[in-house]
């Protein structure tokens, strides 16, 4: 699905004053259903059993249904290509499965960055929740991270988080007004929640 945000630049975007409705995740029940009803009754306890662990596994993520299906439908083909095989395990297609539609490069590019820098992504994360907006400002970010920094044993200051932004901008990772920023700018992840959660190894529902 192409939301409008998506095709527009930040400062248009930002004009319009768009934001997107938050949405509590999706339980692990709940996607056990959602799968479940999207490929058909089965019988079979094995795909059963693998269809309940990829429910689980995407609810610690992201609670995103879309993905869920994603990953669902990508189990089925692996399942389909190795039968002739007789290598068709369905739990292990799951992994296979969800080791492809996880391990984008923005994904990796998120899992290696520095502790800093994945406190700067995980304030900006925060911030994004809990306005259900696309963006927010440096000035925030930068307030979370400072109150949240000496409790990880860090001392921060704001020079280093604008180095981290800058940083993460040329990364690609965030989107920001320009590529020198001022408190007042507003950023916005350019990888999408579940796979910066992902990236991080945040669980959703923590």
């Not at 975007?13 to 995740?25: I, L, N, T, V, Y």
């Not at 391990?103 to 995980?122: G, W, Y």
């Amino acid at each position: 699905m192409h939301l409008p945000e998506s095709v527009l630049t930040m400062r248009n975007a930002s004009r319009m004053g768009m934001a997107r409705c938050a949405f509590p995740p999706y339980t692990h029940d709940e996607l056990t259903i959602i799968v479940k009803r999207a490929i058909g009754t089965s019988e079979s306890e094995k795909l059963n059993e693998a269809m309940s662990l990829l429910a689980r596994k995407v609810a610690a993520i992201s609670g995103d249904a879309r993905r869920a299906l994603e990953i669902a439908k990508r189990t089925l083909e692996i399942v389909k290509t190795k039968s002739s095989s007789g290598n068709s395990s369905v739990v292990v297609a799951v992994g296979e499965a969800f080791k492809e539609l996880f391990s984008s490069p923005k994904i990796e590019a998120v899992k290696h960055c520095t502790n800093l820098e994945k406190m700067v992504l995980r304030s900006i994360l925060g911030e994004l929740q809990s306005s259900g907006a696309e963006e927010t400002k440096v000035i925030n970010v930068i307030k979370s991270v400072t109150s949240s920094a000496p409790y990880e044993g860090m001392v921060v200051t704001v020079d280093h988080i604008i180095h981290v932004l800058r940083n993460l901008y040329g990364s690609k990772i965030i989107l920001m007004e320009t590529n020198i920023p001022s408190i007042y700018n507003k950023i916005s992840l350019n990888v999408s929640i579940p796979d910066v959660q992902y990236g991080l190894g945040v669980n959703v529902h923590e």
